[in-house]
């Protein structure tokens, strides 16, 4: 079930006035959400007298503290009934006294995990009254911002593998989340702006949950193959124009490097190209390319068995192509935009390639693999050298490259790897836009040192130190052509342990970057 967001528009929508209040009270819901500030408690004289002095009450009895994400569910009774009340709950939940997007994020998902997961179905959200308290962030970009960070948390709280994928389990245990319904409330002078960002931010989500619902599938479902026939339905709900290579027109474009990880695999690798024509004729793209690995056993450089279960989360960097592919297109943006997926298994057999080998790339420069586990880096740049026929104006590659990554970030910000200093900057922001973070790495001339090869123009490896940087730096040679960056997402992509899932990052990231441009 994907959960269905929409506005309400109320001329007044103010607690201090008795109107306002009486209005509000009016709608039916299953649960209003109202946000306040301890401070600032008289504001909501007129809510408590239509309630029968339920606020006062609660207050009395230490629930009302106004601390950041303290929450309290008032139920309707009888007093609310003669007040002729039709608002089923009202919660409450406190602002504490910080102002800033993540502040406000952990206060949204405090609230929303309140109501989520019982039998509240439909919720509106008082807009207004999350708004902060200083002015520079209560402009119309902020303003929109935590628009679209709350239609996350909200996508991300009723978001069930289990229970959209209902094939894998013979007692499914896991049910939808009973939240069905999510309505922003706000004023006239609001109302377009709430209205767009709550548009952008429902794309948003089905984006994130189209890169989730990759992601998590079994690599004996989403294998290549799949991958193309996923590609090739999403013309019959978007406007994308696509278009699948397969083993033969990949031999045709010359893609060496990317057919010797697939040798190994008797599954056939495919190339996709998924066309958003939003913009003018004559304007250059920006192209996204995804690591679409749907297993990675790491070929004749065996991993160890431990966890090698999460090598289906190789393609989280293709996942979240499709993720914001479809977003772009839901929205129908106005610009061009272009994803690109090489997709394959590395699989170890009688035909893989070893270590030693020396193959050509598209580009015509020879790579010696002296470690097939370093395959990711071989798809990409044979895909970074296709995307330059669409002379791009920007180039982004999203891959789940390095456990190194892992090692210098953890979990918490994606690698970002550019010396295009306006795309890094632009990426940054989008970042503390959408809190899907990325830390700046670097790319010095020194690193490449490390990729020297006795036998081809370049190696696949660097050695332990500064891995993803070394990275980084082989695929830079494949991307001189035009604006590029780097996402190494190796730590973001997904969790383990008891919470083991995709998260769909980095779709946040990347939307609100084009939304920017």
Not at 188 to 202: D, F, M, R, V, Y
Not at 353 to 365: A, E, F, H, L, Y
Request: charged share 20%.
């Amino acid at each position: 079930m994907t959960i269905q967001f929409s506005t309400k528009v109320l001329i007044d929508i103010d607690f201090k006035s008795p109107k306002g209040a009486t209005a509000i009270c009016g709608l039916s819901s299953d649960c209003l959400i109202l946000g306040y500030r301890s401070n600032e408690f008289d504001q909501l004289r007129a809510l408590d007298d239509i309630l029968g002095g339920a606020l006062t009450q609660a207050r009395s009895l230490g629930d009302l503290d106004g601390k950041a994400g303290a929450c309290t569910l008032l139920r309707s009774d009888r007093s609310w009934a003669l007040s002729k009340v039709k608002l089923k709950r009202i919660l409450l939940v406190g602002l504490g006294e910080k102002d800033s997007l993540s502040d406000f994020a952990k206060i949204a998902r405090s609230a929303i995990k309140c109501v989520s997961g019982a039998a509240i179905h439909s919720i509106i959200w008082h807009t207004s009254s999350f708004m902060a308290k200083q002015k520079s962030q209560q402009s119309a970009p902020a303003f929109a911002e935590r628009i679209r960070v709350l239609a996350q948390i909200v996508g991300d709280q009723v978001y069930r593998f289990g229970a959209r994928q209902t094939q894998f389990k013979t007692k499914p245990s896991e049910k939808s989340d009973s939240l069905e319904d999510f309505v922003a409330l706000t004023n006239t002078k609001h109302a377009n702006l709430i209205k767009t960002a709550l548009q952008e931010g429902s794309a948003l989500v089905e984006g994130m949950n189209l890169t989730k619902d990759l992601g998590n599938l079994p690599p004996n479902v989403c294998t290549p193959t799949f991958l193309a026939q996923t590609a090739q339905n999403l013309p019959k709900k978007t406007n994308l124009k696509v278009q699948v290579f397969g083993q033969k027109q990949i031999e045709a474009l010359g893609m060496d490097s990317f057919l010797a990880v697939a040798k190994g695999s008797d599954t056939p690798p495919q190339f996709i190209v998924m066309r958003h024509d939003g913009g003018k004729t004559n304007e250059q793209p920006i192209v996204i390319v995804g690591k679409g690995i749907t297993f990675d056993t790491g070929g004749i450089s065996l991993k160890p068995g431990e966890a090698m279960d999460e090598m289906k989360y190789d393609m989280c960097g293709a996942a979240s192509v499709f993720g914001t592919m479809y977003a772009v297109s839901l929205l129908k943006l106005k610009k061009n935009v272009i994803g690109v997926v090489p997709t394959c298994e590395n699989m170890p057999s009688g035909r893989a390639t070893r270590p030693g080998d020396i193959v050509k790339s598209m580009s015509g420069q020879t790579i010696e693999i002296l470690n097939t586990d370093a395959e990711g880096r071989l798809i990409l740049c044979d895909a970074l050298t296709y995307v330059e026929r669409f002379k791009p104006q920007a180039v982004i590659d999203i891959a789940t490259l390095t456990g190194a990554c892992i090692i210098a970030l953890g979990h918490v910000h994606s690698g970002l790897f550019s010396d295009d200093e306006t795309l890094v900057k632009d990426l940054v922001h989008a970042g503390h836009q959408s809190l899907d973070t990325v830390w700046r790495m670097p790319l010095d001339v020194a690193y490449h040192e490390q990729l020297k090869s006795n036998f081809a123009d370049v190696a696949n490896i660097g050695g332990r130190p500064a891995g993803s940087v070394t990275a980084a730096c082989f695929l830079s040679r494949f991307a001189e052509k035009f604006r590029w960056a780097h996402l190494d997402i190796a730590g973001t992509a997904w969790r383990s342990g008891a919470a083991k899932g995709a998260t769909g990052r980095p779709v946040p990231l990347l939307l609100n970057f084009l939304l920017d441009q």
